[in-house]
C-alpha cells in the first residue's frame, strides 16, 4: 500500500467522573485526549491509529509529524511489522521508550486498520483466520477517589451498569475495603495503584489485600520496570501485575525472563502498536504467562484493543474507562448481561469516528 496522506489531530472531549478529577495523575484529570492519526492509501482507503495522548497529546503529535509523516508520506508498505522494526531504528536516537514509542504505535495501528481494510477483514481475521468467534470480556476501571463512601457508591454503579468485575486505584485500605463490602464476596477486584508503594508495605498490605479477594495487585512499586522488586512480590498468595508503561516486546522479555508478573499488560498506544503487542502476546505465550491489556482508551485503541483480544487466546479481558464522556468520538457499545463486549466484524479496526463530533472537540495544537 501506497501511503497517500498522513494527517494527525487531537480531539479532546471532557468527561465525569463522579470525583474531583485528581490522585492519580500530576494534575486534574477531567478530559479525554486522543490523539489521532489519519492514513490514506492510493485506492482511498483510511486507516486509523491512536498514539497515548493524556496530558502528552502535542508531545505525540509532534513526533509523528516531524519525525515519522515526512518519511512515510509516499512511501510503499507492504510488510507492517518490517516498516515498524524499520522505523524503530530510525527513530533510536530519540528514545526507545515513552512519546517516541506512543507516536510509533499510533502510525502501526493505523498501517494495520488499512492492511486489514485491503484485505477486507477486521483485523482479528488479519491476524488470527481461525480464531473463534467471541465477546470480550471487560472489567470496570474506576479512577482515584481517595473517599471510601465515593469508592463505594460508584463500585456498586459500575456493577449495575452491566460490568462483572472491577479495578481500583486507590492506594490505601479503606477505600479498598469499602468496594468489597459495597459489592460482595463474589466480584473480582483488582488494585492498581501506579507505582505508589514501597516494596516493604506492598508486602506488608499482601496478607489484607488477599483477605479481601484482591484478584491482582498492579504496579505495587516505582520504578515501573523494577523486575526482580515485582519478582520478590509473586508467591504471596496475590498475582502481580504490570506492563503498562513498558514499550517494545524487549522490555516485556526482559521482565517475563525475570519472572516480573503473573499477568503482563500491554498498551496498544504505548507498546509500539498492534505489531508490538503481538510480539509480546508471543513472548508471554512462551512463558505461560496470559494477558491483560492496558486499555482505559476510547478511540482506535480501544477498537484495537478489542481486535487483539478476539485474536489472541492469551487476553484474559480488557479495561473499561468508567467514566462518562460528553461525547462519544465512535461509541464501543455497552457491555452485555456477560460483562462483555461484541467485536465488530467490519474490515480493519472497526473505528469510524463521528464528524460532528471529532470537529467539535479538535482542538488546535498548543
Not at 509523528?64 to 507492504?78: E, M, Q, S
Not at 468467534?133 to 463500585?155: E, G, I, K, N, Q
Not at 476510547?298 to 489472541?312: E, I, N, T
Not at 462483555?340 to 473505528?351: C, D, S, T
Request: with cysteine; hydrophobic share 50%.
Amino acid at each position: 500500500m501506497r501511503i497517500e496522506d498522513v494527517e494527525t489531530l487531537i480531539v479532546e472531549i471532557p468527561f465525569d467522573d463522579g470525583g474531583k478529577g485528581e490522585g492519580i495523575t500530576p494534575t486534574t484529570w477531567n478530559s479525554l485526549e486522543i490523539l489521532l492519526v489519519r492514513l490514506t492509501d492510493e485506492a482511498g482507503n483510511v486507516g486509523w491509529g491512536e498514539g497515548f495522548g493524556y496530558f502528552t497529546a502535542d508531545a505525540t503529535k509532534a513526533l509523528v509529524d516531524r519525525l515519522i509523516a515526512p518519511v512515510l508520506l509516499g512511501a510503499t508498505v507492504t510488510d507492517v511489522a518490517a516498516w515498524n522494526l524499520a522505523t524503530q531504528r530510525r527513530l533510536h536516537l530519540f528514545g526507545r521508550y515513552g512519546v517516541t514509542l506512543f507516536a510509533l504505535s499510533a502510525v502501526d495501528m493505523a498501517l494495520w486498520d488499512l492492511a486489514a481494510k485491503r484485505a477486507g477483514l477486521p483485523l482479528h481475521r488479519l491476524v488470527a483466520p481461525t480464531a473463534a468467534a467471541r465477546r470480550v470480556p471487560f472489567y470496570a476501571s474506576l479512577v482515584r477517589y481517595a473517599d471510601a463512601d465515593l469508592v463505594a457508591r460508584t463500585a456498586t454503579a459500575a456493577l449495575a451498569a452491566g460490568f462483572t468485575g472491577l479495578k481500583l486505584h486507590e492506594v490505601t485500605l479503606p477505600e479498598i475495603e469499602a468496594a468489597r463490602a459495597a459489592v460482595g464476596e463474589g466480584v473480582p477486584i483488582a488494585v492498581d495503584v501506579n507505582c505508589n508503594w514501597s516494596a516493604a508495605h506492598a508486602a506488608e498490605v499482601t496478607p489484607r489485600l488477599v483477605e479481601l479477594g484482591v484478584s491482582w495487585l498492579e504496579e505495587p512499586v516505582f520504578p515501573p520496570e523494577a523486575y526482580g522488586t515485582l519478582r520478590a512480590l509473586r508467591g504471596n498468595g496475590l498475582k502481580i501485575a504490570a506492563g503498562e508503561n513498558w514499550c517494545t516486546a524487549e522490555q516485556f522479555r526482559a521482565a517475563l525472563a525475570a519472572g516480573a508478573v503473573d499477568y503482563a499488560q500491554p498498551s496498544v498506544t504505548k507498546v509500539g502498536g498492534v505489531t508490538e503487542f503481538l510480539a509480546v502476546a508471543e513472548a508471554a505465550r512462551a512463558v505461560g504467562t496470559p494477558l491483560e491489556p492496558h486499555c482505559p482508551y476510547f478511540g482506535p485503541g480501544f477498537f484495537a484493543s478489542l481486535q487483539l483480544a478476539a485474536a489472541l487466546p492469551d487476553v484474559r479481558e480488557l479495561e473499561y474507562h468508567f467514566v462518562t464522556p460528553a461525547a462519544w468520538l465512535a461509541h464501543p457499545g455497552s457491555p452485555g448481561a456477560d460483562g462483555a463486549f461484541a467485536v465488530p466484524e467490519a474490515p480493519g479496526l472497526g473505528f469510524e469516528p463521528d464528524p460532528a463530533v471529532l470537529a467539535r472537540y479538535a482542538r488546535a495544537p498548543r
